[in-house]
C-alpha cells in the first residue's frame, strides 16, 4: 500500500496543496515551523481520524476559515482509494471512501495503516505510565476495530463513573446507581485487558531478534505487561474499593492504570537503564512495530519519520534506515546532510516553506 498523493485545503498554515510522493523514500525538509509536520499530521488522520498531537479539529483548521478538507489517493491492491476528510470547527468530522460517505469516523480505520516515530517516542520508555498505554492503544485500534470499540465504551463509562463519584459527595442517595456503571467497566475492561495481553505476545515475538542486532548481542529485551488488575480480580477488586471512589471522587481500578515493563537483560530500564538503552528500546518497539502491521495485514505500512533521525546517533540511524525496505516512507527533516553522509537511496525531495512545498 502506497500514498500516491495529498490534496489540503485550509489545513493549518496551508491554503491549498496538491502533492505527489514517489512509492519509496520521500524527504520533506526545511526550517522548523513551516508546516513539515502538518503534511504528516494530514496522512496520519486519514489512517486514524484522531492527530498524533492529541490536537481538536478546530484547532487544526485554518483560525481564518471554518472549514478544512484532506485528500489521500492510495493505491492498494493494484486499485486506486480516495479518502476525503472534511474538518469543521463547531461540528464533527465528515469522512468518504471513494464518494462514500461513512456513518462513523471508526469505518475508516484498517483501510491504510501508519507507524509514526517522533522524538518524543524516543523517550515512551523512560516516561510515565499514560504514554506507554497510548502506543498500545493507537496500534492496537488501527489493526483491531473491536478493541476501539471497547476502548471508547471504557473511557466513556469511567468518566460517567467519576462524574457519579463526585456527584455521590452531595447526593449518597445515587449510590445505588454505581453498581450499573460498575457491571459496564468490567465487561468493557475484562476485553481490553485480554486484548492487551496478546498484544504484548505478538510484540515479544517480534522485538527480541531486532533488539538483539541493535544492541550488539549484548541485551535480550522482553516487554512485560503490568496489568493493574487481572480480568479474573477485576469485579471483585472494584466493589470493594467503592468507598476509596466515593472518597477519592475516581475510579482507581482498572486498565487504565496499567504499564508496560521493558526488560533488558533482566533489568527493568524504564527506572535503571541509560538514556542510550531507553532509547534504542524505543527504537526496537517501532521497528516491531512496523513488522507486527506486515504480519497482521499482509501489507506494508506507510512510515512517517517525523525529525527523529537528528536525535539518533549514526549506527542507530543506519540501523533505521536499513531496515525501511520497500515501505513507503515519508521522512521529515531541517537539512539533506544525514542522508548524503548516509549514502541513503532517495526517491523524492520537497522543500517546505511558510505553507508552500516545492519538489526539488
Given at each position: 500500500?502506497?500514498?500516491?498523493?495529498?490534496?489540503?485545503?485550509?489545513?493549518?498554515?496551508?491554503?491549498?496543496?496538491?502533492?505527489?510522493?514517489?512509492?519509496?523514500?520521500?524527504?520533506?525538509?526545511?526550517?522548523?515551523?513551516?508546516?513539515?509536520?502538518?503534511?504528516?499530521?494530514?496522512?496520519?488522520?486519514?489512517?486514524?481520524?484522531?492527530?498524533?498531537?492529541?490536537?481538536?479539529?478546530?484547532?487544526?483548521?485554518?483560525?481564518?476559515?471554518?472549514?478544512?478538507?484532506?485528500?489521500?489517493?492510495?493505491?492498494?491492491?493494484?486499485?486506486?482509494?480516495?479518502?476525503?476528510?472534511?474538518?469543521?470547527?463547531?461540528?464533527?468530522?465528515?469522512?468518504?471512501?471513494?464518494?462514500?460517505?461513512?456513518?462513523?469516523?471508526?469505518?475508516?480505520?484498517?483501510?491504510?495503516?501508519?507507524?509514526?516515530?517522533?522524538?518524543?517516542?524516543?523517550?515512551?520508555?523512560?516516561?510515565?505510565?499514560?504514554?506507554?498505554?497510548?502506543?498500545?492503544?493507537?496500534?492496537?485500534?488501527?489493526?483491531?476495530?473491536?478493541?476501539?470499540?471497547?476502548?471508547?465504551?471504557?473511557?466513556?463509562?469511567?468518566?460517567?463513573?467519576?462524574?457519579?463519584?463526585?456527584?455521590?459527595?452531595?447526593?449518597?442517595?445515587?449510590?445505588?446507581?454505581?453498581?450499573?456503571?460498575?457491571?459496564?467497566?468490567?465487561?468493557?475492561?475484562?476485553?481490553?485487558?485480554?486484548?492487551?495481553?496478546?498484544?504484548?505476545?505478538?510484540?515479544?515475538?517480534?522485538?527480541?531478534?531486532?533488539?538483539?542486532?541493535?544492541?550488539?548481542?549484548?541485551?535480550?529485551?522482553?516487554?512485560?505487561?503490568?496489568?493493574?488488575?487481572?480480568?479474573?480480580?477485576?469485579?471483585?477488586?472494584?466493589?470493594?474499593?467503592?468507598?476509596?471512589?466515593?472518597?477519592?471522587?475516581?475510579?482507581?481500578?482498572?486498565?487504565?492504570?496499567?504499564?508496560?515493563?521493558?526488560?533488558?537483560?533482566?533489568?527493568?530500564?524504564?527506572?535503571?537503564?541509560?538514556?542510550?538503552?531507553?532509547?534504542?528500546?524505543?527504537?526496537?518497539?517501532?521497528?516491531?512495530?512496523?513488522?507486527?502491521?506486515?504480519?497482521?495485514?499482509?501489507?506494508?505500512?506507510?512510515?512517517?519519520?517525523?525529525?527523529?533521525?537528528?536525535?539518533?546517533?549514526?549506527?542507530?540511524?543506519?540501523?533505521?534506515?536499513?531496515?525501511?525496505?520497500?515501505?513507503?516512507t515519508i521522512i521529515t527533516c531541517t537539512g539533506l546532510d544525514e542522508f548524503i553522509n548516509n549514502r541513503f537511496e532517495i526517491n523524492k525531495v520537497f522543500k517546505v516553506t511558510s505553507g508552500t512545498i516545492a519538489a526539488v
Open positions: 500500500m502506497v500514498i500516491k498523493s495529498l490534496e489540503l485545503s485550509n489545513f493549518r498554515n496551508y491554503a491549498f496543496l496538491d502533492m505527489s510522493f514517489d512509492k519509496g523514500t520521500n524527504i520533506l525538509y526545511g526550517d522548523n515551523a513551516q508546516g513539515k509536520t502538518n503534511i504528516l499530521e494530514a496522512i496520519y488522520l486519514c489512517a486514524t481520524t484522531k492527530s498524533h498531537r492529541g490536537t481538536k479539529d478546530r484547532d487544526i483548521v485554518n483560525f481564518e476559515e471554518e472549514e478544512a478538507h484532506i485528500r489521500t489517493y492510495l493505491e492498494k491492491d493494484g486499485d486506486e482509494i480516495k479518502i476525503d476528510m472534511h474538518l469543521r470547527k463547531n461540528k464533527t468530522k465528515g469522512i468518504a471512501i471513494d464518494g462514500r460517505k461513512l456513518k462513523k469516523a471508526t469505518e475508516l480505520l484498517g483501510l491504510m495503516n501508519v507507524v509514526f516515530f517522533s522524538p518524543e517516542d524516543l523517550s515512551i520508555i523512560k516516561n510515565g505510565p499514560s504514554e506507554r498505554r497510548r502506543f498500545v492503544d493507537m496500534e492496537l485500534c488501527q489493526l483491531d476495530p473491536m478493541y476501539l470499540h471497547n476502548l471508547n465504551n471504557y473511557n466513556k463509562i469511567v468518566n460517567q463513573r467519576n462524574r457519579l463519584l463526585k456527584d455521590m459527595y452531595m447526593n449518597p442517595s445515587l449510590r445505588g446507581t454505581l453498581d450499573v456503571w460498575d457491571i459496564q467497566l468490567v465487561e468493557f475492561g475484562k476485553k481490553i485487558i485480554a486484548r492487551r495481553v496478546a498484544f504484548v505476545e505478538q510484540l515479544n515475538g517480534i522485538i527480541g531478534s531486532i533488539h538483539d542486532s541493535l544492541s550488539g548481542g549484548r541485551e535480550k529485551l522482553v516487554i512485560s505487561y503490568e496489568p493493574d488488575i487481572s480480568a479474573e480480580d477485576f469485579e471483585s477488586r472494584l466493589r470493594a474499593g467503592q468507598e476509596r471512589d466515593i472518597r477519592l471522587k475516581q475510579t482507581t481500578v482498572g486498565p487504565h492504570r496499567d504499564d508496560f515493563a521493558f526488560i533488558a537483560n533482566d533489568i527493568d530500564i524504564r527506572r535503571f537503564g541509560s538514556q542510550g538503552q531507553q532509547r534504542t528500546a524505543a527504537l526496537s518497539l517501532k521497528l516491531s512495530e512496523i513488522e507486527l502491521v506486515k504480519k497482521m495485514t499482509n501489507d506494508t505500512p506507510i512510515l512517517l519519520l517525523d525529525d527523529v533521525l537528528s536525535e539518533l546517533d549514526s549506527s542507530r540511524q543506519n540501523y533505521l534506515l536499513n531496515s525501511i525496505g520497500d515501505i513507503q
